[in-house]
């Protein structure tokens, strides 16, 4: 889809077969599992809705909070739904029985609020600390919970702390920590999240929970989705507004931060960090126009940013811009914003129409 100046000055277009590839690609490298795909928190900036809608291909999904739930219910969604935060009090452990949701139990208060309630039938997922030191059960309370909710056939698992560096030696502590817990239960588990499924085939297991890599994006720093064998599902367009002439000496933006170090032409482009575009980034950090590479100069602003065109004389107002995505990776500009690719891809901002497109942004059916 090309914009025009019909068009929203941003839009984030969604290839759904980039989805469906990302998903496959789960299925290849751990074929002997099934796949809880997490859609928490906007299924990552992607729409929650729209992104179970389009992975019906895995057994389940999993959303950080009980509301996330409740959406995916009434948007007729009946693969198991497991609710990675659990429920806080009765109001939300009575949505869970309602609404078919599976909590995960990662306290002592939860676990027993469940067993009190002998006629719930819903599975829960049993979550074991062995390092990550945020949400779990210790090793003690973890054994008293499985037993008082073993007729319950719950799922046990954990959560990696360190999954993305595959010499760190925390993977491996808790692997085994893991493994003492575990290894005389029936029960399955589940251990790997997006990093892990990459990088440690011995974490696969019952149940897998791929985040990051459904679209298209690297859990690892240094690399891409691509260079993983993933395709990137958004790409966050905009287009040039304007195009003026700067003499050698004249700066640009706020700050006066970058200054012309000979005749240059320079292009506004119609996206800044109102849109969630990072303003982070320094001058030299690329988008893309008709395939060229071209730098921003000078701050990103709330509602536009600048780039050098002097070396790209065929781009003008109208020009369509890339800002990341299809043949430029989102990996890419968060190194250079100098965070990680789940901060940009959660943080484009509501203002930023999703355009749901298929097959080739240039030749796709789409609609808002």
């Avoid at 914009?3 to 759904?16: D, G, I, R, W």
């Avoid at 029936?186 to 499924?197: D, F, G, R, T």
């Avoid at 002439?245 to 170090?261: H, I, N």
């Amino acid at each position: 889809m090309a914009l025009t100046s019909k068009s929203p000055p941003v839009a984030a277009l969604l290839n759904l077969d980039a989805l469906h590839a990302n998903l496959a690609r789960v299925r290849a490298l751990a074929p002997g599992a099934r796949i809880l795909a997490v859609i928490k928190a906007d299924a990552y900036g992607h729409g929650l809705v729209r992104a179970a809608h389009a992975l019906l291909g895995a057994d389940g999904f999993a959303v950080a909070r009980v509301e996330e739930g409740i959406r995916l219910r009434r948007a007729g969604i009946a693969h198991r739904v497991v609710v990675l935060q659990g429920y806080a009090d009765r109001e939300e452990f009575q949505a869970h029985l309602d609404h078919r949701l599976e909590p995960v139990i990662h306290s002592v208060a939860q676990a027993g609020m469940l067993a009190a309630h002998r006629g719930a039938r819903i599975r829960p997922w049993i979550k074991l600390d062995t390092g990550m030191n945020r949400l779990g059960l210790t090793p003690q309370a973890f054994d008293h919970a499985v037993k008082r909710l073993t007729h319950l056939q719950p799922v046990l698992m954990t959560h990696l702390a360190c999954a993305d560096a595959p010499d760190a030696p925390a993977t491996g502590r808790q692997l085994a920590a893991f493994e003492d817990a575990t290894g005389s239960l029936e029960h399955p588990v589940s251990i790997a999240n997006s990093a892990a499924i990459l990088a440690w085939p011995q974490t696969h297991r019952d149940w897998v929970r791929p985040g990051l890599m459904l679209y298209g994006l690297s859990p690892f720093e240094g690399k891409t989705g691509a260079e993983l064998g993933l395709r990137p599902v958004m790409t966050l367009k905009s287009r040039i507004i304007a195009v003026k002439v700067l003499q050698k000496g004249d700066s640009v933006g706020y700050g006066a931060t970058w200054t012309a170090g000979r005749p240059t032409r320079l292009g506004v482009v119609a996206a800044g960090y109102g849109d969630g575009y990072p303003r982070e980034v320094p001058p030299g950090t690329p988008v893309l126009i008709d395939d060229v590479r071209v730098p921003i100069i000078g701050r990103v602003s709330m509602d536009m940013l600048t780039v050098d065109l002097t070396d790209h004389p065929r781009a003008g107002p109208g020009s369509e811009v890339v800002l990341w995505g299809e043949g430029l990776p989102l990996e890419t500009i968060a190194r250079r914003a100098r965070t990680i690719p789940y901060t940009l891809a959660c943080g484009v901002t509501a203002r930023v129409p999703r355009v749901e497109t298929e097959g080739d942004y240039g030749a796709s059916e789409s609609r808002l």
